[in-house]
């Protein structure tokens, strides 16, 4: 979405009319309060694209690649710079209705988008972009490498999840094979991972087969052959 649209809705929703200065200066407020939002993010802010014989150009997109999209503009930014504009003209009460709409709308939408490791503020764990499953969803067990490598301050994204290994030997305990998993996944997809196509069992005497549907909730050594 470009500039111009976005202030199209900002003039239709205050009755005013505004420049993609202002608008972009708004933007960027904004982007600034959202980024404070758990879990806290570096969302760029944005520039405007300056032409040779204008001060600004007719028409100002954002970045092609920009991480957000036209939802996050119309559903979170917008209330926040309508809020903006409230704010000049004292109008106190329609000011916080806006900021009240934005601050809902952007703890609804944050959680729910994917946040990529490199936007995240703190991604010192190295774990992190090895262990996402999907969106804002990330499995690690924190034994590579703790939050700021410091225990007593160590913090927890809520998307974080346990993982557990399982380990498989053949018969004579050799052939070690390892895999890391989500808790609660299935043997099979522990035996994929290692590369264990074979009957998996409970025991070196391999006299005991274990299901692949097996759930597995804790570290565990089985056997294959």
Do not use: C, H
């Amino acid at each position: 979405m470009n500039l111009n649209n976005l202030a199209i809705y900002v003039n239709l929703d205050v009755d005013d009319s505004f420049s993609d200065v202002e608008i972009a200066r708004w933007f960027n407020k904004g982007i600034a309060q959202y980024n404070l939002i758990p879990p806290v993010t570096t969302y760029p802010f944005i520039t405007l694209t300056l032409a040779p014989s204008e001060p600004v150009a007719g028409l100002v997109y954002l970045d092609t690649a920009y991480p957000l999209d036209e939802t996050f503009m119309l559903g979170v930014m917008l209330p926040y710079i309508n809020s903006s504009v409230r704010s000049q003209d004292s109008s106190l009460s329609e000011k916080q209705l806006f900021m009240s709409e934005f601050i809902n709308a952007a703890q609804r939408y944050k959680p729910q988008s994917n946040v990529p490791l490199s936007y995240l503020k703190d991604s010192k764990n190295t774990d992190l972009e090895i262990y996402q499953l999907g969106d804002n969803v990330y499995v690690s067990d924190m034994t590579r490498s703790p939050f700021t490598n410091n225990w007593s301050s160590d913090s927890l994204y809520s998307e974080v999840a346990q993982a557990v290994d399982v380990i498989f030997y053949n018969s004579s305990g050799e052939g070690r094979k390892t895999a890391r998993k989500p808790m609660g996944s299935k043997l099979s997809v522990f035996a994929t991972a290692a590369g264990v196509t074979t009957t998996i069992y409970s025991d070196n005497t391999l006299s005991v087969e274990v299901s692949g549907d097996t759930f597995i909730t804790t570290n565990a050594v089985y056997y294959y052959g």
